[in-house]
């Protein structure tokens, strides 16, 4: 990339000037779509991120909220970023450096990282080159995450065609702030401040990785743009944790930012504009470790595991012994002032521009959009049913990740209450007495067949999911996946999930405190599908929560949306099944009042006549009771009346604020949701470990051997 004729004009009116080389590529990352949004910042007016709850919204570092304390209130910070484009050219690399930067973004905020989620997206699981960058980028994750001790409890991975040439790997992080005088912004405080930058030195790896992040992959990325790619170490990364630990405790830090995309010129400009202040940094003070480097490198290399604080000048003493006991370097690179920011390199100044200008002066672009038509009904016909059951539950999309998660160590700092593998997460925050469930992730097949109706769905199932833990929805971050936002096909689907998103976390009263957008998600095999990623999190009362497998011992009831009330409204639109045996179908409709669903399928969650909660989304009906079922509970279902929808729709149809329920007191759930949501009697748990489903046009019958089976096909493949 370079500075478009437009940017360029606009920097020399306000200038007075030509850029220097420095300020020209400078300006051409910080108004980057990666950096300024300049496609999307218009539609995100869309989120509500208000609440009582919220102590810091959209623009930080971090998302920042309250959370119920049984003692000294307790914040936690969510945080979420997109490391797509590196991930495609080196898998491992490109993902890990995703952990650590969200985990930066974290500590900035004076947090300590308690919880990370992983929401990875690949082309078709029978392709070998999806397999090569899936099996990369789990590595990464697993290697960076484990080697800092925070436990990787949640997320998702999919597979579809359209990712084969764009995979996205989107990493949320939850922090803890269990004192709220730790709280630290990004907001630059005082003139006359120095500026500390700390951590790792500084290289040339990463150069341009905004502006590489802000163009569609070309056919030869994975060699001609590897120097954009960072390159991490966990080790420096786990000892900066550590130390920033040490200067929050001891009350040294004024403001900070961690250093990431645009490196240095980011980080820095970033916090003196939020202040409506300014900077001299003198680059070569920056502590290196390659020689004869330049300004414009100093500048935008994004070398990994560094941090820039701003530190009262009688501190800093402090603050460099504070770094040199955890073995990191400290370099004074400047200070806070009232002017501009400028830079100086070797006597001779090569910034010199207002940093509000620089962070805040990118014009936002005005696209036109397409509305993306409806799906015609175009059912797949003469599909055997038990064909069609082994399909859906063996396929990669709907099938076991326990490959992908037992990879990670989810166990580190002991607070992981409900463990992969289960609809959400459950963290003990025992600093405040509560629970925190945590999910994270969407469904291309979904916002494919419906952007707007698909983005509403995956707010509903993250929803759904915290709820059947017992948790009440307490706030969210995004990650707003989309192609080549200059197409007018590709922005519509795209303004169709921020719609879509925004409008459901609105009914469901979920603020949204920030996230990040990835645009230009686009290679030689076309765009990628718009993918809404949704990490959300729930509070509760303790850390007890139903599990999603069965207990053999209650009654087994459907909650929510109206699946078996006939194929008007069981539709397949967005289901595993199409995608497995072709057709098309409208999405289906969602649930009148899913604000109510949630509220009240949190109650009957923390019941104690509720043995079981399982979310029924992906894969339908069939796959809620494939995962449920064990060697020691299975189930016998009856689906045996036609006037409840053909039987594919009601196996295999895929609906949001959907939930089984295995319970004691049937009639006491039946009770609760009367008026709120339809509820289906399905039949019985049972000690059989055997899935047992009678159906209009013959029965299914699966034992849990063969369900494992059909679910292990990841691990069957790769190891």
Same mark, same amino acid.
């Given at each position: 990339?370079?500075?478009?004729?437009?940017?360029?004009?606009?920097?020399?009116e306000?200038?007075?000037?030509?850029?220097?080389r420095?300020?020209?590529?400078?300006?051409?990352?910080?108004?980057s779509?990666?950096?300024?949004? =300049?496609?999307?910042?218009?539609?995100?007016?869309?989120?509500d991120?208000?609440?009582?709850?919220?102590? !810091?919204?959209?623009?930080?570092?971090?998302?920042?909220?309250?959370?119920?304390?049984?003692?000294?209130?307790?914040?936690?910070?969510?945080?979420?970023?997109?490391?797509?484009?590196?991930?495609?050219?080196?898998?491992?690399?490109?993902?890990?450096?995703?952990? #650590?930067?969200?985990?930066?973004?974290?500590?900035?905020?004076?947090?300590?990282?308690?919880?990370?989620?992983?929401?990875?997206?690949?082309?078709?699981?029978? =392709?070998?080159?999806?397999?090569?960058?899936f099996?990369?980028?789990?590595? #990464?994750?697993?290697?960076?995450?484990?080697?800092?001790?925070?436990?990787?409890?949640?997320?998702?991975?999919?597979?579809?065609?359209?990712?084969?040439?764009?995979?996205?790997?989107?990493?949320?992080?939850?922090?803890l702030?269990?004192?709220?005088?730790?709280?630290?912004?990004?907001?630059?405080?005082?003139? #006359?401040?120095?500026?500390?930058?700390?951590?790792?030195?500084?290289?040339?790896?990463?150069?341009?990785?905004?502006?590489?992040?802000?163009?569609?992959?070309?056919?030869?990325?994975?060699?001609e743009?590897?120097?954009?790619?960072q390159?991490?170490?966990?080790?420096?990364?786990?000892?900066?944790?550590e130390?920033?630990?040490?200067?929050?405790?001891e009350?040294?830090?004024?403001?900070?930012?961690?250093?990431?995309?645009?490196?240095?010129?980011?980080?820095?400009?970033?916090?003196?504009?939020?202040?409506?202040?300014?900077?001299n940094?003198?680059?070569?003070? !920056?502590?290196?470790?390659?020689?004869?480097?330049?300004?414009?490198?100093?500048?935008?290399?994004?070398?990994?595991?560094?941090?820039?604080?701003?530190?009262?000048?009688?501190?800093?003493?402090?603050?460099?012994?504070i770094?040199?006991?955890?073995?990191?370097g400290?370099?004074?690179?400047g200070?806070?002032?009232?002017?501009?920011?400028?830079?100086?390199?070797?006597?001779?100044? &090569?910034?010199?521009?207002?940093?509000?200008?620089?962070?805040?002066?990118?014009?936002?672009?005005?696209?036109?959009?397409?509305?993306?038509?409806e799906?015609?009904?175009?059912?797949?016909?003469? !599909?055997?049913?038990d064909?069609?059951?082994?399909?859906?539950?063996?396929?990669?999309?709907?099938?076991?990740?326990?490959?992908?998660?037992?990879?990670y160590?989810?166990?580190?700092?002991?607070?992981?209450?409900?463990?992969?593998?289960?609809?959400?997460?459950?963290?003990?925050?025992?600093?405040?007495?509560?629970?925190?469930?945590?999910?994270?992730?969407?469904?291309?097949?979904?916002?494919?067949a419906?952007?707007?109706?698909?983005? =509403?769905?995956?707010?509903?199932?993250?929803?759904?999911? &915290?709820a059947?833990k017992?948790?009440?929805?307490?706030?969210?971050?995004?990650?707003?996946?989309?192609?080549?936002?200059?197409?007018?096909?590709?922005?519509?689907g795209?303004?169709?999930?921020?719609?879509g998103?925004?409008?459901?976390?609105?009914?469901?009263?979920?603020?949204?405190?920030?996230?990040?957008?990835?645009?230009?998600?686009d290679?030689v095999?076309?765009?990628?599908?718009?993918?809404?990623?949704?990490?959300?999190?729930?509070?509760?009362?303790?850390?007890?929560?139903?599990?999603?497998?069965?207990?053999?011992?209650?009654?087994?009831?459907?909650?929510g949306?109206?699946?078996?009330?006939?194929?008007?409204?069981?539709?397949?639109?967005?289901?595993?099944?199409?995608?497995?045996?072709?057709?098309?179908? =409208?999405?289906?409709?969602?649930?009148?009042?899913?604000?109510?669903? &949630?509220?009240?399928?949190?109650?009957?969650?923390?019941?104690?006549?509720?043995?079981?909660?399982?979310?029924?989304s992906?894969?339908?009906?069939?796959?809620?009771?494939a995962?449920?079922?064990?060697?020691?509970?299975?189930?016998?279902?009856?689906?045996?009346?036609?006037?409840?929808?053909?039987?594919?729709?009601?196996?295999?149809?895929?609906?949001?604020?959907?939930?089984?329920?295995?319970?004691?007191?049937?009639?006491?759930?039946?009770?609760?949701?009367?008026?709120v949501?339809?509820?289906?009697?399905? #039949?019985?748990?049972?000690?059989?470990?055997?899935?047992d489903?009678?159906?209009?046009?013959?029965?299914?019958?699966?034992?849990?051997?063969?369900?494992?089976?059909?679910?292990?096909?990841?691990d069957?493949?790769?190891?």
């Amino acid at each position: 990339m370079s500075l478009s004729d437009s940017d360029h004009d606009l920097v020399v009116e306000e200038l007075g000037r030509e850029p220097t080389r420095a300020e020209a590529a400078l300006f051409e990352n910080l108004w980057s779509e990666h950096c300024a949004y =300049r496609s999307s910042w218009p539609l995100l007016s869309a989120f509500d991120s208000e609440g009582d709850q919220v102590v !810091v919204g959209p623009g930080d570092d971090a998302g920042v909220v309250s959370i119920p304390s049984d003692g000294e209130e307790t914040y936690i910070t969510m945080g979420i970023e997109s490391h797509n484009h590196p991930s495609y050219v080196d898998p491992f690399d490109g993902a890990a450096t995703g952990v #650590g930067g969200i985990v930066r973004d974290t500590l900035s905020m004076g947090a300590y990282p308690i919880a990370l989620a992983d929401s990875l997206y690949f082309g078709d699981f029978d =392709r070998e080159h999806s397999r090569y960058l899936f099996e990369g980028v789990v590595e #990464g994750i697993s290697h960076y995450g484990n080697c800092i001790g925070v436990p990787t409890v949640t997320g998702s991975t999919a597979f579809h065609d359209d990712y084969e040439g764009n995979p996205l790997v989107n990493v949320a992080c939850v922090g803890l702030i269990d004192d709220p005088d730790r709280l630290v912004t990004a907001e630059a405080q005082h003139p #006359g401040n120095k500026l500390v930058l700390v951590g790792n030195s500084t290289g040339r790896d990463g150069l341009g990785g905004a502006s590489f992040a802000s163009e569609d992959l070309a056919e030869d990325a994975e060699t001609e743009d590897r120097p954009a790619v960072q390159v991490g170490d966990p080790y420096t990364e786990k000892l900066l944790i550590e130390a920033n630990e040490a200067l929050i405790d001891e009350d040294l830090i004024e403001s900070a930012r961690d250093l990431g995309a645009a490196g240095l010129g980011g980080a820095s400009s970033e916090m003196v504009a939020k202040g409506g202040l300014g900077a001299n940094i003198e680059l070569t003070n !920056v502590h290196e470790r390659e020689p004869n480097m330049n300004a414009m490198e100093y500048l935008l290399a994004e070398s990994q595991e560094r941090m820039c604080y701003e530190v009262r000048p009688e501190n800093v003493d402090r603050v460099r012994e504070i770094a040199d006991r955890y073995d990191l370097g400290a370099s004074v690179i400047g200070e806070v002032t009232e002017g501009n920011y400028v830079c100086t390199f070797e006597g001779e100044t &090569v910034v010199d521009a207002p940093a509000e200008f620089l962070g805040d002066g990118a014009p936002y672009n005005d696209l036109p959009a397409e509305e993306p038509t409806e799906q015609p009904r175009d059912l797949p016909e003469g !599909v055997d049913l038990d064909e069609a059951f082994e399909a859906v539950v063996g396929s990669p999309n709907t099938a076991s990740k326990e490959w992908v998660y037992r990879q990670y160590d989810h166990e580190v700092q002991v607070r992981t209450a409900t463990p992969p593998g289960d609809d959400a997460a459950v963290m003990a925050v025992r600093e405040a007495g509560t629970g925190l469930a945590f999910s994270s992730g969407a469904d291309p097949n979904w916002t494919t067949a419906a952007p707007y109706e698909g983005a =509403r769905a995956v707010a509903l199932e993250n929803a759904t999911n &915290v709820a059947a833990k017992g948790a009440t929805p307490h706030a969210a971050v995004d990650c707003l996946n989309g192609g080549n936002p200059e197409k007018p096909d590709v922005y519509g689907g795209f303004k169709g999930i921020v719609d879509g998103l925004a409008e459901m976390c609105r009914t469901l009263d979920v603020p949204v405190l920030g996230g990040n957008v990835s645009l230009y998600n686009d290679s030689v095999a076309g765009p990628i599908p718009p993918t809404p990623t949704l990490a959300l999190v729930g509070v509760k009362d303790g850390y007890d929560a139903p599990p999603a497998a069965l207990a053999g011992e209650g009654d087994l009831l459907l909650v929510g949306a109206r699946s078996l009330e006939g194929d008007a409204e069981a539709r397949l639109g967005g289901s595993e099944y199409l995608a497995q045996f072709g057709g098309t179908d =409208r999405f289906p409709a969602s649930l009148d009042e899913p604000d109510a669903f &949630v509220d009240t399928l949190v109650d009957v969650a923390n019941d104690d006549a509720t043995l079981a909660t399982h979310d029924a989304s992906h894969g339908g009906l069939a796959v809620t009771l494939a995962e449920m079922i064990s060697e020691e509970a299975g189930a016998s279902v009856d689906l045996d009346a036609p006037t409840k929808g053909s039987p594919a729709a009601l196996l295999f149809g895929e609906q949001a604020g959907r939930v089984v329920i295995e319970t004691t007191d049937a009639s006491a759930v039946r009770e609760a949701f009367d008026g709120v949501a339809p509820v289906y009697d399905l #039949g019985s748990a049972d000690d059989s470990g055997t899935l047992d489903v009678a159906l209009a046009d013959g029965d299914l019958s699966y034992d849990a051997a063969e369900i494992a089976g059909l679910r292990d096909v990841i691990d069957r493949e790769l190891d």
